[in-house]
DNA sequence: TATGAATGAGGATTCATTCAT
DNA sequence: TATGAATGAATCCTCATTCAT
């Protein structure tokens, strides 16, 4: 019963529900189950949460990504099931995605940010550099920063999806397609 | 010296200095050199100022792009050419951007935003059919979806450089030589 | 109805009534019928409420003062009045007294509660220095200085009493007796 | 290594930093090297401590005095060398001095400092009384309460110097030597 | 004795919004 | 249209105090 983790647990799910602005400090502490006060011993400030919550939510879209793509399967599949996990993540976590994004760009905690995000980035460099090594891909990519790319890509076409559109499971469904095709051009891929 | 015109200018320049959240209507009506009161003859909120901001940015992007994309060019070096204008765009406005990106997602102002971000996507997806049309790109492109997604991909690649990385134009000219490969094998380019 | 001074008169009442750390803003905006943020127009926060009723404190000293000391009279007369009217102001304000000393020297007013207190300074001074050239005291007494020690000293011999005797009234008499043959006698006063 | 002393002397010099109001409890036993929980067993607030202080504020003074002060000298002499102990004192302590007196006047302590000053004005009172024996001052003088006059005369004249003036060390030197002679003259002393 | 994490009532402060001018 | 002083509900944040260890 950590209460630091308590209160980011709780952040989270209050953000997501009602957005930053709305969110009070007192909402949070009373969902986590601590005492006003116990906030400021771990937090000066709300948007002090945010390094944490990305943290989380860097942790979540990992464990969901490794959780969908599988070993024994193509390149090509395990494309389509990366762009499934990002677009399922932006689905539950959409507006905590931009809140996050805010609140980093709006403070000074973007350093974190990079740090915290990096385990993504690494991962996906690690299954291009393979899928290079193997011909899969084109032999000209630069594998970390098309990991970069390719993971902002992803992310951009899921949060247009649920910012925007209406019937959100149809048009991810479409959207997904076309990213698939998207990215499996621009990476060359060779089925 | 038009009223509403001026605030929303200075809105412009004190969110990208302090991040909305802390910027107080109070800063930005001292910025624009009005009342307090004349604030709310034009807008009801801080928020509802959004979508003119956007209004602005997008307006700027479009004029920028073209400005920068020449009509007797092949659609590859077009493409070339989009990309320099939306790093460009990025590299002067990349706080805004993620600033109003976050003030829609907080709000319920997303359908003036989708009408706002129109015009782009549509100058956009007008090129992509033509080039279609030429059959300079893929024949399975969905043109629309395809416009949203690759402007999409471009601003993230662009503000990754600007958010994160430290010798800005250095990393912004690699970043776009790997945006612009990405997106030509993604779209099937044929020089 | 200025709100400003309304606010300094509420604090003095209040102030006097339960001491500075007692006393909330609520209860100053209360007393003096205004709102809450009001107070903020005037003042950043309650101590700097201090030089505005320092100056209404010597203001009524004064007043006391030159309603008590009479034109007509013996220097010597003067004195006693001078002492009475002190030892009043002090059994009225005392605590006020204290809270302003102590708030002025927890802050960096200080300056300015030397501009309040000066024409206090300036009205003993000329007393003195008439005293002086008509013979009546010493004629080795600087009046400047000699008027705040002299001030400093009543002030001081008053306050001890407030603070702490018990019979209030009768220990007052005794010892505006012996101030005022010591500041007689230190003055050199010639009945 | 004694807590209660160590807080005691923590208190002392984080007051006459910043203020009683803007220490907090948490200030004083970083500074004391203990645990927040012991202050409240030696304590039960924070101005239960100014007894304990002025305590040792009398001490040193009282301290300093019988150090200053030579038996073999005349009575005139003795004035001078009080003077200047006590200005010596102001000049070092002027700040907690006027702290505790605030923090006295605020609380219900008032009879325990009372008791802590009684040292100091007895010492004086003898001092007075002996010379009234030897008739070396004024026959009519109740030593007790002249004893107290004087010496908040004396200190309200050396607080002067330390709150208001400038050039401190010069300004003490004149203001002691009319202190000097308002005092003598007061008591009628006898060279 | 000693600790220090946790508490939560209490009060300061903010700032979007109004409205009389 | 334009003003800006005034408002006061909303919420942040502090910090003296407690208590399980």
Redesign the interface.
Known sequence: MNKKDNIVRAAVKIFSEK???KTKISDIVKEAGVAQGTFYLYFPSK?SLMPAIAEIMVEKTLTIIKGNVQDDVSFSTKIEQIIDSIFMVTRDY??LQ??I???L???EH?KE??AVYNPFYVWVSDLLREAQSEGVI?E???VE??A???I??I???A??IY??DSDKDDQAR??KI??N???K????VKD
Do not use: D
């Open positions: 957005g930053i602005e948007l959409n507006e931009a809140l994004y805010a609140g760009a709006s403070t973007l940010w990079e084109r000209s990519i630069h920063r098309t970069k790319i390719m902002g890509l992310e951009s076409a949060e247009q910012l925007y479409i959207q076309e990213v095709q998207f990215v051009h621009a990476l060359g």
